[in-house]
């Protein structure tokens, strides 16, 4: 396959990072990969780097973008690209009237890294929609979602989970990995990894921490505050740990590429966004072998198993975490590691780039 990897955003995100990520992989199995950027976006300058094929592209407005369809067109044409790949939902306007002026010429797919907000089952979106030859969702509950609210084909629909690199999960000594990152040798230790964020909740994780009966427990903060932006989070963050007198108890590390050290110092990560559609974050951990206490909400359910690897907690509720987070203290989760070793394997790398293989590969 000649594939070429759409993706007009001006952001450098997980969905982002998860497009180029797969085009890398599949050029690795002998497939011919072009990226269509925005030249200033942080994505084209990340795949120009990795020695992928770039072209430049505009960034779009979300409907109606005909003249930008019909230029794309008229390159993939030119490249004899014969599929191409989206990730974000405002190209799906555009990608839709590329698939109508190349028809057969050309197989569209759209991976799903966010949940429907509501019904879209409208005859603009319908039409839109069903341009597209495949549609992947990367968990059960997004693929349920898609089949009742909307009114795409459902054979189009396909469950296609995001991918992660197994080999280069690098597990140390928890005692070793907490000296790398200057924390208690001693206790048990939460962690939340992510940029500094209200919707992140960090703040939440807080407020639940200073509710906690015991007080044992430690905490971690992976990450640095929004860039080009002014939330005040971690000014918040440093306040209250201040005026409770957590410092002892609360740590904050700045962001680093190798994050197998920071999962080896943990006892159990936390991920308290509202609704989490595919925390990348969270498969992470578990792939490390680290528990989960996520929020009762969006594909975390479905990432935990029902809690086979993790426990859940009302989300927003300090009052509920901070119960679920003694509750993990005083019963330590313990893998089952024939169960661990199959659902991690759903989401190799080389398991989820067949299996898109297989499913475009049906399309005549």
Request: glycine share 6%.
């Amino acid at each position: 396959m000649k594939i070429a990897y759409v993706c007009s955003s001006l952001s450098l995100g997980g969905l982002e990072l998860n497009h180029l990520r797969n085009a890398l992989w599949m050029q690795a199995r002998g497939h011919e990969v072009i990226i269509y950027a925005p030249k200033e976006s942080p994505l084209f300058q990340k795949a120009l780097d990795s020695g992928l094929h770039c072209i430049h592209i505009t960034h779009q407005r979300k409907y109606y973008a005909w003249i930008a369809a019909i230029t794309l067109a008229r390159s993939l044409k030119k490249e004899q690209v014969s599929h191409v790949f989206i990730r974000d939902n405002r190209d799906m306007s555009m990608i839709a009237t590329v698939k109508a002026i190349m028809c057969k010429s050309i197989v569209t797919a759209y991976f799903m890294e966010m949940q429907l907000g509501v019904k879209k089952t409208g005859i603009l979106h319908s039409i839109r929609f069903n341009y597209l030859d495949f549609w992947f969702c990367p968990l059960p509950f997004l693929e349920t979602q898609v089949l009742e609210w909307t009114r795409i084909n459902p054979s189009k629909v396909h469950l296609v989970p995001s991918g992660i690199d197994r080999s280069a999960i690098k597990r140390i000594a928890k005692d070793v990995a907490r000296t790398q990152l200057d924390l208690p040798l001693h206790g048990f230790t939460f962690g939340l990894v992510g940029r500094f964020d209200l919707q992140k909740g960090q703040l939440l994780v807080l407020e639940a921490l200073q509710r906690c009966e015991n007080t044992a427990i430690n905490l971690v903060f992976l990450g640095e505050p929004t860039r080009n932006e002014t939330n005040q989070v971690m000014e918040k963050m440093e306040t209250f740990i201040a005026e409770h007198h957590l410092e002892d108890r609360v740590f904050i590390r700045p962001f680093m590429q190798e994050v197998g050290a920071f999962y080896s110092a943990l006892d159990a990560l936390i991920m308290a966004t509202k609704a989490e559609t595919f925390g990348m974050v969270t498969l992470e951990a578990i792939a490390h072998g680290v528990p989960v206490l996520g929020s009762n909400a969006g594909g975390t359910p479905d990432l935990l198993k029902q809690e086979a690897f993790g426990r859940l907690f009302e989300p927003l509720n300090a009052a509920d975490l901070a119960l679920r987070m003694n509750e993990m203290v005083s019963n330590p989760i313990a893998f089952d590691l024939d169960l661990w070793e199959q659902h991690v394997a759903r989401f190799d790398h080389h398991a989820v780039c067949k299996s898109m293989e297989q499913v475009v590969s049906s399309k005549a």
